[in-house]
Each structure stands twice: as C-alpha cells, then as structure tokens.
C-alpha cells in the first residue's frame, strides 16, 4: 500500500512542477505560437520527470523487495538449523533406543537358553529318578547289557546342563 502512495507522490510533484513551468512560460496571457510552442517543450519535461520518478520508485521498490528476500532467507536458515537440530536429537534418541533393543534381545536369548535347559535338566532329572523302572526294550545297545551306564550317563547330562546354567548366571 505504502508502495502505490508513493508512486502516486511523486506522480503528482512531477505534475506540479509541469503545470507550473507552463503556468511561468505563458503567465496570464493567450499563448502566442512561440509560447506554444515552449509548453511542448515543458511536456518533454514532463516525461522526463515522470521517467525520473519511475526510477525512484523502482530502486525503491527493489530495496523492500531486497530486505524482505534478506529477512525470508534468515528466517530459512533459522529453520533449517532447527530441523538439523531436531534429526540430531532424533538420532540420539533412535541410538538410544537401539542400544536398550539390543539388551532386551541379549535378556530374551539368555532367557530362552535357560528355558531349554531347565526343561531338559527337568527331563533328565525325571529320568534319573526313574532309571530304575524304564523297561530295556527301548533303550539303546549298549544300555541294554549295563543299565548303570545309563543312569551314569544320565547323571554326567544333568551335571553338564548344571554347569550351563551356571555359566549363564555368571
């Protein structure tokens, strides 16, 4: 709005100066030719002054248009570090977490491996228990002919299974 006012002022000085400079040459008489003549010459002054005004303007316009660019790409850059900013928190916090999934997965198979090996050291616990009432028929060769091999190789599996745990306690 401030840019049409002042175009619309300098418009109007340029006009002013016009008037008056045929208002000096002709006074209060009818113009003669010659004086007539003259007025045309102020008109070339008048599109001369209007094109200096013009010119004005323009540079005038181009310096708003110039501090608003400037103020647009401050604004840009302020932006831009934020989001920087922002990706490197995010990233921080996506390392984080990261870290804390790798733990809980290390937690869940250890977790896992001591499942299994508590059912097995269940199972051959139960055996053991039992070595005495298994019938020969489904048992290997060799536990056939020597059935305190097998409660003594049942014995040596549930003293290794311990073992294992043990080691993933510690």
Not at 15 to 43: H, Q, R, S, Y
Not at 94 to 110: E, F, P, W
Request: proline share 2%.
């Amino acid at each position: 709005m401030i840019q049409w006012s002042v175009l619309i002022i300098l418009v109007a000085v340029v006009m002013a100066l016009w008037l008056l400079t045929i208002w000096l040459v002709c006074g209060n008489e009818i113009p003669g030719k010659g004086a007539f003549g003259d007025a045309f010459g102020a008109t070339n002054t008048l599109f001369s002054g209007l094109a200096a005004a013009l010119f004005f303007f323009a540079i005038f316009m181009q310096r708003q248009d110039l501090a608003f660019t400037k103020k647009m790409l401050a604004d840009s850059a302020e932006a831009q570090q934020q989001s920087a900013d922002s990706h490197t928190e995010s990233l921080k916090e996506l390392k984080k977490q990261n870290a804390h999934m790798l733990q809980q997965n290390a937690v869940m198979r250890t977790q896992n491996r001591l499942a299994k090996l508590q059912a097995e050291i269940d199972i051959v616990s139960s055996l053991s228990e039992n070595v005495d009432s298994i019938s020969a028929d489904g048992l290997p060769d060799g536990f056939k002919r020597n059935p305190g091999a097998l409660k003594r190789a049942l014995f040596q599996r549930l003293y290794q299974l311990k073992s294992n745990v043990e080691n993933l306690d510690a």
